[in-house]
Each structure stands twice: as structure tokens, then as C-alpha cells.
């Protein structure tokens, strides 16, 4: 007959093997894991802001492949990998053309651009507003100049988007060009530089720049590298937005 204490004893064993089969069916979080309800209130809104970033960043394509060298007679050297175009100094104008398809309306375009020489626009980009076209011109006249050329008839030195800012060699930039019906809103780092309606405007581009058509960019008499340049068209939604504030740092 068993005693008292050996009946003890085999409870406490057949209850530790039981715990010990639930544990183990448990699963176990990998390194860094947490609880959803562990989780900190701010990591929550980090997160809310990563998929705003990637939401903000769908539907973007690449512009590789289908660059050409724009005929300015003078331009200087220009190299195009698949890592961004190089353009040298050219007297006066050096500049490349997109010859891809592309959108007239109701669309963004982004590139990153810096000047590593000399002093002039490190870079203007020529680009389609409907049926019409601009160019956003960035530290022209000798450096300090950033607008549209042209807008009834006057280029990006005397115009309502005329804007005085000093650019710095060796700098990227990030820059961002979005046409839509209402307007056109041009970004530098996230600051918006040229906000200008579209009804009852004449857009167009200095007769120099008729070689970027329909889509082109160029520098003027300084060197200036190009990169991860892309372009996405905006749906109905995107497009009819409410009109963007003056600066959204």
C-alpha cells in the first residue's frame, strides 16, 4: 500500500510534466519581438508614420534607359549610367532628354541634383504642363536665382516665381515637381518654392532650352551630377487634392 508521501510525490510529478507540455506549446517571440498591447504609444505612431512614407512613396518609376543627349552646340561632356547622369561644362548649356513616354498632366517628377563646380543653375528641368511647357530653373543668373521660365512670357528672373536662394557645391538637393489641373507646386528639400496657378497662364520655355523637350534636364556653365530621378502619375483623388500650403516643413 502506498504511503501518503508517494501519492504526494506522483501528483507533483504528473503536474510538472503537464506545465511543462503547455509551456512548450506556447509560442515563443523571435529577438526584438512584443506584445501588440506591450507595445509603447510612440512606437505605435512611428509606425503609423512608416506607412504614410510608404504609401507616399507607391507608384513611382524609375527613368533609366531612355536618356539622350540634348544638341545645344557647346555642350559639354555628359556620362549616363544607371547610378544618375553626370553633366560637365558646357558654353553655355549641357543637358540630357527623356525619350520614354511620359505624362502631360496630373503627374510628379523627383531627382536628387547638386553642382560639384562653378556657380550657375546646376539644373533645369524642362517638363510637359498639358499641352504647354516650363522649365523650373534652380540657382540661375549667376546662382542665386530659383523660378519658372516662362510664364506670359517672362523667364524665371522676373516673374511671380522669382525666388533668391544660394545653393551650395557638393550639396545634394532633393527636388519635387508636381503638375496637376489647379497648379504647378515645385519642392526643394521638402519646402515648397513655386506654387502657381494654371488657369489663365502661359507656360513656356526660353528658346535655348528647345532641345529638353519634351522632357529634359540641363545645367548651365558648371557641373552637376543627377540621380534617382522617377515619375508617377496621380489618380483623380490624388490629383483634385486640396490645395497645398505655402511650406509644409
Known sequence: MKSSRDRQLKF???????????YASAPVPFAGQVA???????????????????ADDAGWTPLKGKWDFSRYGGEGPVEITDEGIEMGFGD???????????PKDNYEIR???????????????TFPVGEQ?????????????????????NDASSNDTTLYRMYE????????IRVVPKEIVCKVDGEIVVQVEREGVEFDIRDEMDPALPLGL??????????????RTLDKSQADAAPQPKSDK
Not at 531627382?111 to 528641368?125: K, Q
Not at 511647357?133 to 512670357?153: K, M, P, Q
Not at 540641363?218 to 515619375?231: D, F, L, P, T
Open 12 to 22: 507533483a510529478t504528473v503536474l510538472f510534466v503537464a506545465l511543462s507540455v503547455v
Open 169 to 176: 557645391n557638393d550639396q545634394w538637393y532633393k527636388i519635387h
Open 218 to 231: 540641363a545645367n548651365y556653365q558648371c557641373v552637376s551630377e543627377i540621380r534617382n530621378i522617377a515619375i
Open 133 to 153: 511647357h516650363c522649365s523650373l530653373v534652380l540657382g540661375g543668373w549667376g546662382g542665386g536665382v530659383t523660378g519658372i521660365s516662362n510664364i506670359d512670357g
Open 36 to 54: 501588440a498591447d506591450d507595445t509603447p504609444a510612440a512606437e505605435g505612431k512611428d509606425a503609423t508614420k512608416d506607412v504614410d512614407k510608404t
Open 111 to 125: 531627382l536628387d541634383a547638386r553642382r560639384t563646380d562653378a556657380h550657375d543653375f546646376f539644373v533645369a528641368v
Open 92 to 102: 553655355p548649356l549641357t543637358g540630357v532628354r527623356w525619350t520614354g513616354e511620359y
